[in-house]
């Protein structure tokens, strides 16, 4: 399992947590990876500090006008004729929901389909479309009737035992068998991570998302890219969707668009799929005046010349690293990522999953070296992940591979 600590943290700084004994630790993963800018980036702090000097919250029939600017500088970014948003929510889970409503409404079909190992969220809904069904033990409700779940692009312990490049894309070939026979035939949508984030940081191989889209087109499904944790810069471009060449019909945000934590979502969509009304998904807190500055000067940010650019560079180191502690240590099966979104997974004598060593190196990184990682599946996998903050300096990239060095050689 995590973690569990008695640490009393007091501060933040940079990617440091400081404990109330003036312990300092390494965050390797930037929170719960919604820390896109780190702990107190100073522009996203003063901003918040302002707005909650004059206005906190007002309903959100009248915040309309500091929403759109967030929406239309997200939509400058987004792929395939993204052109219309929803910023209604504050998580990702609900988000997702938005997303798949929009797509149920709008083509009157109403199955969901979604890759085994994905993760979209806690509700009874997002978890029950989410590709984990451990976690619905005990929750009948989260059983949702109309998802459909497809073998994942896995390619490391493929499904389907095929090697890289000779495989036929038999993960998609399974998704028009789903349709067939596992689906009502009335489907909606197919929800997908660009990069399987809680299921172990699992990348599809190239040409997977082109053959994908085009059997969205054949089944007029609606292609959402849940870009929760990929989104925001996390893979060098501001959105996955980019770097991969999904061409999705929607996407989905949340954790890294709050830049210092700040609880934030949005849905961006093509206009043709603008048909909720606002009694049909909107809560309380959704675009609360808070939350909308902590995403307009995030995107400030994030969109200053040259700063996707530092995070592709520091990726390439960071991957370089990480490729190296790969070689060294036969306990790390693969080192796989893109940008500051990495996982290694670690594997036994065997190559097969070993939950067991994965949860020991993320409990010692924390109590031995004052660094703190995660393990996927909440726990329950064998990928440990590496996701410092975007801000993250090459100099604290090499001290959280050290640091992990020195655990990996401990535990080995
Ligand atoms: C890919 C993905 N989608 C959705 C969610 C749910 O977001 P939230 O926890 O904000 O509801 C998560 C959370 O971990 C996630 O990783």
Known sequence: MQT??????????????????GVEYLDGVSGTFNLSLGYNHPHVVSKIQEQVGNL????????EPYVNEVLDHLIEYAPNDINAGWMRDITGSTANECATKIAQKYTESTDIISLYLSHHGQTQFATGISGNAFRRKRFPNSAVANAVHVPAPYCYRCPFKSSNGDCDYQCVEAISDAIEYASSGSVACMIIEPILGNGGNIIP?????????????EYNII???????????????MFASELFDIQP???TLAKGLGGIGVPVAAVLMQSRLN?????EHSFT???NLISVTAAKSTLEVVSEPGFLDAVKRKGEILGELLHELAMKYPSIGEARGVGLMWGLEIVGDGNEPDTLKTNAIVDRAFTDEHLILRSSRYGFGNVVKVRPSLTTTEDE????????????????
């Open 275 to 279: 048909v909720l009304e606002k009694h």
């Open 285 to 287: 807190s959704g675009s």
């Open 249 to 251: 019909d929607m996407i």
């Open 205 to 217: 191989p190239a040409g997977y998302f082109k053959r994908l889209r085009k059997l969205c087109d």
């Open 223 to 237: 292609l959402i890219a849940d870009e929760v944790q990929t989104g925001i810069g996390r893979t060098g471009t």
């Open 4 to 21: 569990l600590t008695n640490n009393r943290f007091i501060a933040g700084k940079g990617i440091k947590l400081i404990d109330d004994s």
């Open 397 to 412: 990239l090499v001290e959280i591979v050290e640091r992990l060095d020195s655990v990996l050689a401990s535990v080995h």
């Open 56 to 63: 906190t919250h007002m309903s959100s029939s009248f915040t």
